[in-house]
């Protein structure tokens, strides 16, 4: 060993000229392997089969850690049930079934309506769970907390980050083909099954299965695909994160009002309708090519910013005033520095405000009036719920509650704050929407009910998430008990308001159903219009309004009960 | 250059600023084989981030990184794939076991007697009751031996060890330290970070002592002592701008601190 002359010295930033880092310089600096073999990393397909694998087991034993095995049986066999249930039940709404309606000659909806109410709601459920470039970069930040994640492996090891996240991609498309597609399409199965045994009517034919998993593989591949290209350009940051939300803007638009075939939008809806080979292979091919192109945009980049900031949290917390001096206020106050220091409050800003926009353009463009369904400001209302879970959600991976387990608070304290902080970082978007849309709609005197109805929802979506799944909510979809309960939460509240606010509150409308829809579809429902029946209509949302507010301070109550004893950990 | 002389780390000029942030000036720096180099310097001197900037884990903003001959600025997975890596704070995945991590780690490197090697340090490392329990339910200095075995794995003559022993019991610090030792003897490198002075005196040949982002001194450990009576401790207090009459100052202030809450 010789070190004579080597020297380890540092100069001053200025005195180094400011260049790029010499990726570009082809000179060597002489450095030598001397007898070192050298090998190069794995890459392509040999990386990601390695990878691919262990990842799949590593989804399993994550989903499995929160709903335990029983859970985890039980929410495909759910699923099963269900849409054994559904297909039985389709016969009424596609009015098919002469043997046993025999006075029901038209139909109610189309098969192609039917099929697009499959698609559309999968389409944005994938493109709720597919924004795989901002996990990685999640995953590599929080990489030396108490839990660590293959997505993170790059880092350290020779893998690129590119095909770690193609690999994660394929895992998660595997996995909700496995757990949701093939149990719905198996629930499918038993219906038509039913029918030789219990002679049970339906109108599915055992030929149309192949082609709905298939159809739906292809739409649950696109919005994957289509989420995690838009997480990676905006992860590449401007102009991506300023033309990409105005591009998804118009989009959402064109599509709204027709300017694209929605066959040729959702493309597993096209594949179902055509059933042709070719256009499957192509739909999937299309997919897993944006997945790809959408991996390659991830660079190799595992920077952790140290940057010094000026204090938030004492001025946050003086700002929430309203909240008290106990130790919600606290809490809420450093929800918010972590909503703002991790960048994260621009990012779901923008996610919740891209899907109004849409349909604050749309309403700008068409005449509601004149579609088949009247929607109206007060549809817009329970609507904005929906949103409530997303949010929440991100809320909760923000960051690492593990260090309140040392202080003296407990999980109870931590789920409201964050209750309260979806609440004060969403309201006031939300205000304004159903503002614009009372101005464009013209519909000022549905304006002071739809605000009390969007408040009363939104509390209460969010107040239900948080009781039901606590600080893990991604890990609680798979959980069959826990989504019988949200279930049955959402659905039956939100179907009352979206049924009485369809017909500006015409409630006799649904007592004549049959007769009507017979007679002349699904535009007979824009039909009537009673000033008596308006008013009704106005407070039975109240009503119902106020019952979601109670509901929701119970589940406030309850969380202590529900949530007291656990530990802090998501 | 002869062959024989070159070395197998360099840096020119490497420098890193996060924002207006400088964590480390720019530094030339030189390892050859055979040295057992360590970096020292107290909390947030910019110890980890030397070695994430040699390994490929961070990209400079100045300056030229080469190890074994290969650009790591340019091809840092290439230097990942010939190197051994142990980070300071980090976690094997939380979700798999000791056994599957090392075969995950063992597959990506093409390691040959893949089950061999696993077994091997499995067993070296004394976690064989604990194979087959998650990452997450280890504890510390468990999940910390499974972190050390998955950079001995493939076997690299060169290693960038970031505090190793921080969570090791007394007596799997021992063993370590002795491997690492006898590593170098058989013709390994080793670069090496920490706060932990002892290291210094026991295992380096050779030592750089930082703070604030800046070398301040460099050297075998004997050439940094002034005198024959100055303990290493003397030197770090020394270089990192504090008196030794303060350090001690200090010292006594929370003894008396203690004394008084226990009266």
Known sequence: MNVSGVSVVSRDWDEVADVQPASESGNSLGTSAHDQQLHEPLRGWSAFSTTFRVMFKEEGRKSLEFAKKRQMVLFPLLLTLVTAITTIGLQFLVGDSSAQVSDIESKTFTWQELRFALHLPLLMFSLGMGTFAFMGHDAIVHRSGTKNYLLAAPALQPLPNSVAHFAYFIKDLSFYVMLILSPVVAGMAVGILLESLAGISTPLEWSSLPWTWIAMIITLAQGLALAFLASALWMRGRPFTIFGPMLIVALGIAIGLGKFDIGTMLWGLGVQNSQSILGTVLALLASLAVGLCSSALIIDDFDVSVVERAELLTPIYNRLGFLGKGEIRLIVAKEFVDLIRSGSIKKMTVSYAIPLLVLLGMAWLVDFAEAPIPINLLSYAPFLGFFGFNFYSWLTILDSPEFMNGLPLGVPQLIRAKVVVYFLATSWISLIFIVLMAWRLDEWGALPTSIIVMFANSIYIVALTAFLMGLRPNKAIFDASIMIWFWIGTVIPLLLLFLLSFTQGDVSLYGNWWERTSEGGLAATAAMYDQSMVEQGYKGMIAISVALILASALLWKLMDRRWGRAEFSN | ?263
């Open chain 2, 1 to 263: 250059m002869v062959e024989s002389l070159a070395p197998l780390v360099m840096a020119e000029d490497m420098a890193k600023k996060y924002g207006d942030f400088i964590a480390l000036h720019p530094l030339n720096v030189e390892v050859h084989a055979g040295e057992f180099f360590g970096v020292f310097g107290p909390n947030g001197a910019g110890k980890s981030t030397f070695i994430k900037l040699l390994t490929g884990q961070l990209r400079p903003s100045k300056g030229r990184i080469e190890v074994l001959g290969i650009n790591a600025v340019s091809d840092p997975q290439k230097v990942k794939a010939n190197i051994g890596i142990v980070p300071e704070s980090e976690s094997p995945p939380s979700f798999l076991t000791p056994v599957e991590f090392l075969e995950f780690v063992a597959k990506l490197r093409t390691v040959e007697n893949l089950n061999e090697q696993v077994e091997h340090w499995i067993e070296w490392f004394g976690l064989e009751e604990k194979r087959d329990t998650m990452c997450k339910d280890l504890s510390k200095g468990q999940r910390q031996k499974v972190m050390l075995a998955a950079a001995f794995i493939h076997k690299p003559k060169l290693l960038f060890l970031d505090e190793p022993f921080a969570n090791l019991d007394p007596i799997y610090q021992r063993k370590c330290r002795h491997w690492l030792l006898e590593h170098v003897k058989n013709g390994g490198t080793i670069f090496l970070c920490s706060h932990v002075l002892e290291m210094a005196e026991r295992m380096c040949n050779r030592m750089a002592i930082i703070n604030n982002g800046k070398v301040l001194a460099a050297g075998t450990v004997k050439g940094l002592k002034k005198s024959k009576d100055e303990t290493l401790e003397d030197v770090f207090i020394r270089l990192v701008g504090r008196s030794i009459e303060d350090v001690e100052r200090l010292s006594d202030e929370g003894v008396k601190d203690k004394d008084n809450e226990e009266e």
